[in-house]
């Protein structure tokens, strides 16, 4: 199931530029070996949000490290966080940041999120989070103590290829726990009283919300 039309997709995907080496041969391994990592039109914009903003990132899932890259190519005196609880993974995405000259903006933290979040240092100016789709909330909540006053959240998956949308009965892809983890997530941070948010039909679909 796709988000939009496939017409719009397509166009979108042609005006993608040019890529880095690692970047291109990070979105091959990622297609070769069923990676989960974000499209490049959410990448782009976390990019976006770093360029204008160089934050202290906090991020929940760093898998091979893509959606790091995005951030950390735009980031001068920020830094990213990254947890990730694949060893594999960790290494893949270090190894990946070190050929890309970035790897000195982005400190790993090895083990489940759920364990570490509150062990950091903050403050952190922007928290993304794209792991495990039925921790998305406590993720949040755990990181919440961490965050700067005005800071940014960004969330991917939340509309899961339109399937949000569906009937609950329907047939799906993504399983039933993780879709109405998404669902009841998108329902809280509309109605939140701490983030003022909305969700984006970017990749995914992408919720992003500013601290109140």
């Given at each position: 199931?796709?988000?939009?039309?496939?017409?719009?997709?397509?166009?979108?995907?042609?005006?993608?530029?040019?890529?880095?080496?690692?970047?291109?041969?990070?979105?091959?391994?990622?297609?070769?070996?069923?990676?989960?990592?974000?499209?490049?039109?959410?990448?782009?914009?976390?990019?976006?949000?770093?360029?204008?903003?160089?934050?202290?990132?906090?991020?929940?899932?760093?898998?091979?490290?893509?959606?790091?890259?995005?951030?950390a190519e735009q980031l001068?005196?920020?830094?990213?966080?990254?947890?990730?609880?694949d060893p594999d993974r960790?290494?893949?995405?270090?190894?990946?940041?070190?050929?890309?000259?970035?790897?000195?903006?982005v400190e790993f933290v090895?083990?489940?999120?759920?364990?570490?979040?509150?062990?950091?240092?903050?403050?952190?100016?922007?928290?993304?989070?794209?792991?495990?789709?039925?921790?998305?909330?406590?993720?949040?909540?755990?990181?919440?103590?961490?965050?700067?006053?005005?800071?940014?959240?960004?969330?991917?998956?939340?509309?899961?290829?339109?399937?949000?949308?569906?009937?609950?009965?329907?047939?799906?892809?993504?399983?039933?726990?993780?879709?109405?983890?998404?669902?009841?997530?998108?329902?809280?941070?509309?109605?939140?009283?701490?983030?003022?948010?909305?969700?984006?039909?970017?990749?995914?679909?992408?919720?992003?919300?500013?601290?109140?």
């Amino acid at each position: 199931m796709r988000i939009l039309d496939e017409r719009v997709e397509r166009y979108l995907h042609e005006l993608r530029p040019e890529r880095s080496e690692v970047m291109t041969e990070m979105e091959a391994v990622a297609e070769r070996d069923y990676v989960p990592i974000v499209s490049w039109e959410t990448g782009r914009f976390l990019a976006a949000l770093c360029r204008v903003l160089d934050p202290a990132v906090l991020e929940v899932g760093t898998a091979i490290g893509y959606s790091t890259l995005h951030m950390a190519e735009q980031l001068e005196r920020g830094r990213v966080v990254t947890l990730e609880r694949d060893p594999d993974r960790v290494g893949q995405a270090r190894s990946y940041l070190e050929r890309a000259g970035v790897a000195d903006r982005v400190e790993f933290v090895e083990g489940d999120a759920l364990a570490t979040i509150g062990g950091l240092d903050g403050p952190f100016d922007l928290l993304f989070v794209d792991a495990s789709k039925g921790e998305y909330r406590r993720y949040i909540e755990l990181a919440e103590p961490k965050l700067a006053e005005r800071a940014l959240l960004v969330v991917d998956n939340l509309l899961m290829g339109g399937e949000v949308a569906l009937p609950r009965d329907a047939d799906t892809e993504w399983n039933p726990a993780s879709l109405a983890a998404a669902r009841t997530l998108n329902a809280e941070l509309m109605r939140s009283d701490r983030w003022l948010a909305c969700v984006l039909p970017i990749g995914d679909g992408v919720g992003l919300g500013a601290r109140r």
